[in-house]
């Protein structure tokens, strides 16, 4: 949990500090100031997308770590098929074509992904894949 709570202060933190200051962040990549006054309009769920696809990123490290690639593949494509693409069809389609649907869509699937691999995390059997861990370590050891 300690591990977690740590990466979701850095990535509170950064994305508070996007938050406060799009404009510097914006002008990394231009001057352009029609650009600048969109990613100002767009700022909450650029931001609340930036802080979730980085919470998703470090909460899959978990069953990563653990030896689950596969159940991070499957829970990755269910939450980008299943929530993301149809989250951002519809918020695009019947609210709004543009920047703020495509990013509400986007954070609506990147919560989707890290309820899931919370869940996967958090609900697993750590000494089952412990033991699994160290027979994986010591059967590369007899090679």
Known sequence: YVGVAMAGAVCFLVASSVLLRIDLFGKIFTTDEVFLGILDDIKFPFV???????????????????????????MGLIASWGAQVPAVFLCT??????????????????AVLVLLYSAIAFTSDWHKYAELARLRSTESMDV
Request: charged share 10%; proline share 2%; aromatic share 20%.
């Open 48 to 74: 609340i997308t930036l802080f979730l696809m980085n919470m998703s990123v470090a909460i899959e490290k978990i069953p990563y770590s653990m030896g689950r690639t596969s159940t991070v593949f499957w």
């Open 93 to 110: 389609t019947y609210w709004r074509n543009d920047l703020n649907g495509l990013y509400w869509g986007m954070a609506i699937g990147y």
